[in-house]
């Protein structure tokens, strides 16, 4: 088997503290993560201790303030270390980002005070969260979603289903997403709510083709009652901050598809240097080394657009249309290079003995959480000639 210690990806940090972050983050990649990432994954075990550790570490609130627990870091860091947590095991990047995702509408709409009740828990206190935004009838149409939330006084009673819920079942919170007035995208509304609460269960997760170890599943909401406090932003406010919150998620999704494609490539070096035939290695031969130079090549690319896109989130500029094309590009590429991985491995690729057919099988996905590809480009040609139907 080839080995599996590639040389780190030489990365350009905007400080000292950032470079002792990461170097962190990799030595809980090697010593937690990838030991036994393909044994847990073909068993479909969730790592819930290692998000422990994690969020221990810090490293479950790095793009959020301080003053809650959170990392003070920039999303140009952040996602850095999203790619290096998917490079090892993307059950564990993919849930980093979903967390990140979860925690973001309190973060940025919600009041002082549930800002202080709430975030030290969510980012630092060993809690997991969980979005729920999607539908059985509503995905990439969000706005069409028909979860309600009825107002009874100081509460709100939820009822509902929603869908493909990573982390549905064993989130100790959901941001959730419901219908509070008319039919459309003004009528949606925001709220935080336990996981724990009556009349919150989850359906048995999905039977997917990969991430066996990361819980996807139906949310089902039964008559939940949450009080009003626990409303996020103004009523009818949710879908906005839906949006806004999916802006940054599409971002850590191009992390952890770069970190998915690297480590493809990590594992295709190896073998290509290790494996010989006609009496040299096959990464001498011209057609072989062509493919490994275009794999490189469309990682690297990967992550300028992805930390492009960051810095200017960073700088509180727009950055909408940058996310769509990281989010894009980036999981194009993680399917091409995972593709291209298990070619090089030849027979050996397409078995479960090396990595590379788990890389593959993780890549697909990425394609089509967070808006599919497809709706991103309807995002990003919104933004260059304007909506459908002017």
């Not at 549930?114 to 206190?125: I, R, T």
């Not at 494609?261 to 290695?281: I, S, T, V, W």
């Not at 493919?291 to 990682?299: C, H, K, V």
Request: a negative charge; one cysteine or more; charged letters at 25%.
């Amino acid at each position: 088997m080839p080995d599996r210690a590639p040389q780190p990806v030489d990365r350009q940090l905007p400080t000292e503290e950032a470079r002792d972050l990461i170097s962190l983050v990799r030595d809980i990649a090697q010593q937690e993560i990838v030991p036994k990432a393909a044994e847990e994954e073909d068993a479909g075990r969730f790592p819930r201790e290692l998000f422990t550790l994690l969020s221990r570490s810090g490293l479950l609130g790095l793009p959020y303030d301080s003053e809650y627990g959170g990392g003070d870091q920039p999303y140009e860091v952040y996602l850095q270390v999203l790619e290096e947590l998917a490079a090892a095991r993307l059950t564990v990047g993919l849930g980093v980002s979903v967390h990140s995702l979860a925690s973001y509408a309190l973060a940025a709409y919600g009041t002082k005070e549930q800002q202080v009740e709430h975030l030290p828990a969510m980012l630092g206190g060993g809690l997991l969260g969980a979005y729920c935004l999607s539908e059985p009838h509503s995905g990439s149409d969000a706005a069409a979603l028909r979860t309600k939330a009825v107002r009874d006084g100081d509460d709100w009673v939820i009822t509902g289903t929603k869908a493909w819920i990573t982390h549905g079942g064993i989130a100790d919170f959901y941001t959730v997403m419901a219908r509070t007035g008319e039919e459309g995208p003004r009528g949606i509304t925001a709220f935080l709510v336990p996981g724990d609460a009556p009349g919150v269960s989850a359906a048995p997760p999905e039977k997917k083709m990969g991430m066996k170890g990361s819980p996807t599943a139906q949310v089902h909401f039964d008559g939940v009652r949450v009080p009003d406090a626990r409303r996020i932003g103004e009523e009818g406010q949710g879908f906005a901050i839906a949006l806004s919150s999916l802006d940054s998620g599409r971002l850590g999704i191009a992390a952890c598809a770069i970190g998915v494609a690297q480590a493809a490539l990590d594992e295709a070096l190896a073998y290509a240097a290790q494996r010989r035939q006609f009496g040299k290695p096959i990464a001498d031969f011209q057609g072989l080394r062509f493919m490994l130079a275009d794999m490189a090549t469309q990682i690297e690319a990967g992550r300028a657009l992805y930390l492009a896109a960051a810095r200017l989130r960073d700088a509180g500029r727009p950055f909408a249309r940058q996310a769509a094309m990281a989010k894009l590009h980036c999981t194009d590429t993680a399917m091409r290079v995972t593709t291209d991985a298990v070619q090089i491995l030849g027979g050996y690729g397409y078995t479960a003995d090396f990595p590379a057919e788990r890389y593959m099988r993780e890549a697909k996905v990425l394609q089509i959480v967070e808006g599919t590809n497809q709706i991103q480009r309807m995002v990003i040609a919104r933004h260059l000639v304007g909506p459908e139907g002017r």
